[in-house]
């Protein structure tokens, strides 16, 4: 069997991938073009990708590929209906990133909502060296006891946030953009309710024919002066030029994203232009990566990969 990691570097090069020289030949090219593709794939079994595109294009060469294994939750990247007509099995992984993302969701809302930079900046500029009193509360933070924190997108990630959030004593509601009846346990509402009434709103919903730019002009201009917006979903759910009026006009408070309309950041995001304001904090889409998550990740694909083949 031979097993080709298209783009082995999106999953970092810290991890033991040697469970895979087990199943059979390995070889891993750190990052995969789709002029790469064709002959990269050529003589392969199984190929393991994370954001390469996999459809007729890229793989028609594959006279002998039997399995394609993505290396995240999302398949967006992968023509199956062109899958099915070759019978090409592929495999996805969910789970594996539900307690990394939730640790980045509540980093996130701290880091905003206690103003963390600018108390961060005041001890590291020695203002508080021999300073008048022995406590600086110049800039306001409240409690997230008893806030309300809306969730939009109620999977395993958005349920996770919903428990830790009601152990601070937040009140939680959420709203399913493609209309799934309600969960039992928690308090599911109207779009136009969560943004209106929401106190901090994360976001952890796919990316569909429901959710994409979904957060448009209208949307944030209902929420509230003081809200917290996160998105920890996918970056095409938010108009991003919305998000960048809403910061501008103090549509809201504060906005913190893992995730961007493109990746890595374009030159030309509106974003840019609010790279230094305190109110909006951007990582590099690594919420879901923390060590044991993509350790997790590694062990569920070469499981993957050897059940497959058992089964053939």
């Given at each position: 069997?031979k097993?080709v990691?298209?783009?082995?570097?999106?999953i970092?090069e810290?991890?033991?991938?040697?469970p895979f020289d087990?199943?059979?030949?390995?070889?891993k090219?750190?990052?995969s073009s789709?002029?790469?593709v064709p002959e990269?794939?050529?003589?392969a079994?199984?190929?393991?990708l994370?954001k390469?595109q996999i459809?007729?294009?890229?793989?028609?060469?594959?006279g002998?590929?039997k399995?394609?294994c993505v290396t995240a939750?999302?398949t967006n990247n992968?023509?199956k209906?062109?899958?099915?007509?070759r019978?090409?099995?592929?495999?996805?992984?969910a789970?594996?990133?539900?307690?990394?993302?939730?640790?980045?969701t509540?980093?996130?809302?701290?880091?905003l909502?206690e103003?963390l930079?600018?108390?961060?900046?005041y001890?590291k500029s020695?203002?508080?060296?021999?300073?008048?009193?022995?406590t600086h509360?110049?800039q306001?933070?409240h409690?997230?006891?008893?806030?309300?924190?809306?969730?939009?997108?109620?999977?395993?990630i958005?349920?996770r946030?919903?428990?830790i959030?009601r152990m601070?004593?937040?009140?939680?509601?959420?709203c399913s953009?493609?209309?799934?009846p309600?969960?039992p346990?928690?308090d599911?509402?109207?779009f136009?309710?969560?943004l209106?009434?929401?106190d901090?709103?994360?976001?952890?919903?796919?990316?569909n024919k429901?959710?994409?730019?979904?957060?448009?002009e209208?949307?944030?201009?209902?929420?509230?002066?003081?809200?917290?917006?996160?998105?920890?979903?996918?970056g095409?759910i938010?108009?991003?030029?919305a998000?960048?009026?809403a910061l501008?006009?103090?549509?809201?408070?504060?906005?913190?994203?893992?995730v961007?309309?493109?990746e890595?950041?374009?030159?030309?995001?509106?974003?840019?232009?609010?790279?230094?304001?305190?109110n909006?904090?951007?990582t590099?889409h690594i919420?879901w990566?923390?060590?044991?998550?993509r350790?997790?990740l590694?062990?569920?694909i070469a499981?993957?990969i050897?059940?497959f083949?058992?089964?053939?």
């Amino acid at each position: 069997m031979k097993i080709v990691f298209l783009d082995a570097k999106t999953i970092g090069e810290d991890l033991d991938l040697s469970p895979f020289d087990k199943l059979g030949e390995v070889i891993k090219y750190p990052f995969s073009s789709a002029k790469d593709v064709p002959e990269r794939v050529r003589d392969a079994d199984v190929v393991i990708l994370n954001k390469v595109q996999i459809n007729e294009q890229t793989i028609h060469t594959a006279g002998q590929l039997k399995l394609v294994c993505v290396t995240a939750t999302g398949t967006n990247n992968l023509d199956k209906k062109y899958l099915e007509e070759r019978g090409i099995a592929w495999r996805n992984v969910a789970g594996y990133s539900t307690q990394s993302v939730a640790q980045h969701t509540f980093a996130m809302l701290f880091y905003l909502l206690e103003k963390l930079p600018y108390y961060d900046q005041y001890v590291k500029s020695r203002r508080y060296v021999n300073d008048t009193f022995f406590t600086h509360f110049e800039q306001v933070f409240h409690q997230l006891n008893s806030m309300t924190w809306g969730i939009i997108g109620l999977g395993s990630i958005g349920r996770r946030v919903a428990d830790i959030a009601r152990m601070f004593g937040a009140r939680v509601i959420y709203c399913s953009p493609s209309g799934a009846p309600p969960q039992p346990g928690y308090d599911q509402v109207s779009f136009h309710d969560l943004l209106a009434s929401s106190d901090i709103i994360s976001v952890h919903a796919p990316l569909n024919k429901f959710t994409e730019n979904l957060l448009d002009e209208q949307a944030f201009r209902q929420m509230r002066p003081h809200t917290i917006f996160l998105n920890l979903g996918r970056g095409q759910i938010v108009a991003e030029d919305a998000l960048a009026a809403a910061l501008k006009h103090h549509w809201i408070a504060a906005a913190g994203l893992d995730v961007l309309a493109v990746e890595p950041m374009s030159e030309d995001s509106p974003l840019l232009d609010l790279i230094d304001n305190p109110n909006l904090f951007i990582t590099p889409h690594i919420g879901w990566a923390s060590i044991e998550a993509r350790t997790q990740l590694i062990s569920i694909i070469a499981g993957q990969i050897s059940d497959f083949f058992s089964q053939i």
